[in-house]
C-alpha cells in the first residue's frame, strides 16, 4: 500500500514537472520571457505577482488580455496583443502562470 502510494506521488511530481518544463518552453516559444520573468518584475509584472492577483475564475479574462493586449493594470507600459498564440497555448500558459508561488 505505501509502495504503491509512493509510487503514485512520484508519478504525480513526475507529470507536474514536465507541465511546468512544457509551460516554460511555450512561453520561451511565444516570446512571452522578453517581458516577463517569474519572480521578478521586467518591462511587464513577475509571473508570481500575476498568481497573486489573480485566480482560477479570472483565467477567461486573462486569456482575453493576452491575447488582445491590454494597459493600466500594471501601469503605463501597455501589453500587445498576441493573436498568433493558440487558445490551446494561451490556456496552458495561463493555468501555468497561476500556478506560480
Do not use: R
Not at 520561451?28 to 482560477?56: E, M
Not at 479574462?61 to 494561451?90: H, R, T, Y
Amino acid at each position: 500500500m505505501k509502495k504503491s502510494l509512493l509510487i503514485s506521488a512520484l508519478a504525480a511530481t513526475a507529470l507536474l514537472s514536465g507541465g511546468v518544463q512544457a509551460s516554460e518552453e511555450l512561453a520561451k516559444k511565444h516570446n512571452c520571457l522578453a517581458c516577463h520573468k517569474t519572480d521578478a518584475k521586467l518591462v511587464g509584472p513577475s509571473y508570481k505577482d500575476v498568481a497573486a492577483k489573480y485566480k482560477a475564475e479570472d483565467m477567461g479574462k486573462l486569456i482575453e488580455k493576452v491575447k488582445k493586449g491590454g494597459s493600466g493594470a500594471w501601469g503605463q507600459i501597455p501589453m500587445p496583443p498576441n493573436p498568433a498564440v493558440s487558445d490551446d497555448d494561451l490556456k496552458t500558459l495561463v493555468t501555468w502562470i497561476l500556478s506560480i508561488k
